[in-house]
Antibody
Framework: EVQLLESGGGLDQPGGSLRLSCAASGFTYSNYAMSWVRQAPGKGLEWVSGISGLGDTTSYADSVKGRFTISRDNSKNTLYLQMNSLRAEDTAIYYC???????????????WGQGTLVTVSS | DIVMTQSPDSLAVSLGERATINCKSSQSVLYSSNNKNYLAWYQQKPGQPPKLLIYWASTRESGVPDRFSGSGSGTDFTLTISSLQAADVAVYYCQQYYTTPLTFGGGTKVEIK
């Protein structure tokens, strides 16, 4: 059974940093690209970033480019999102999602974690 | 970026009746080399993450009841719930995976009338 467990969310001030983690199990982790998707309170879904199965290709939404960094450790089956220069508009539930293939091309998101809440406020 | 536009924003349907949600993309998500539409539908219930319902515009994910069906091609798509059940109360999102950034529609809230 595929399981994705996010952690690392919390309250931080504007300009601060947080690092999210997503522990994966139930599948061969390095065979699949992974993504982060966020959802502001009461709002819709916004794709944030993706990374290929081997970690050699990454992609970002314009809204986070230059501030957020996605990475993965395939020896630990863990996905990360380093979030710097946080803004109030980054406040959201952050979901980790598994894709259906290794390359970060035309990827479908088939399993999602329960999410971790990030609140950016002074 | 491909913009996904859903309609309506919300709808209330009687139990057992049909619910229809529309989704339009700002450019075609049909890949000509394989004739597949890179369009998915997700269901999100309160307090839960999204759940994949349909991909390739019309293929149901394993375990999804057959009252859910997807149709359309190119830029215009539809999700139909043929006979609404209480368990179907949720927000439904369309999403294109033709290219990054992956983009979602704004969501359609389905309620019981």
């Amino acid at each position: 059974e595929v399981q994705l467990l996010e952690s690392g969310g919390g309250l931080d001030q504007p300009g601060g940093s947080l690092r999210l983690s997503c522990a994966a199990s139930g599948f061969t982790y390095s065979n699949y690209a992974m993504s982060w998707v966020r959802q502001a309170p009461g709002k819709g879904l916004e794709w944030v970033s993706g990374i290929s199965g081997l970690g050699d290709t990454t992609s970002y939404a314009d809204s986070v480019k230059g501030r957020f960094t996605i990475s993965r450790d395939n020896s630990k089956n863990t996905l990360y999102l380093q979030m710097n220069s946080l803004r109030a508009e980054d406040t959201a539930i952050y979901y980790c999602a598994k894709t259906t293939k290794q390359w970060l091309v035309s990827v479908l998101l088939d399993y999602w974690g329960q999410g971790t809440l990030v609140t950016v406020s002074s | 970026d491909i913009v996904m536009t859903q309609s309506p924003d919300s709808l209330a349907v009687s139990l057992g009746e049909r619910a229809t949600i529309n989704c339009k993309s700002s450019q075609s998500v049909l890949y000509s080399s394989n004739n597949k539409n890179y369009l998915a539908w997700y269901q999100q219930k309160p307090g839960q993450p999204p759940k994949l319902l349909i991909y390739w515009a019309s293929t149901r994910e394993s375990g999804v009841p057959d009252r859910f069906s997807g149709s359309g091609s190119g830029t215009d798509f539809t999700l139909t719930i043929s006979s609404l059940q209480a368990a179907d109360v949720a927000v439904y999102y369309c999403q294109q995976y033709y290219t990054t950034p992956l983009t979602f529609g704004g969501g359609t809230k389905v309620e019981i009338k």
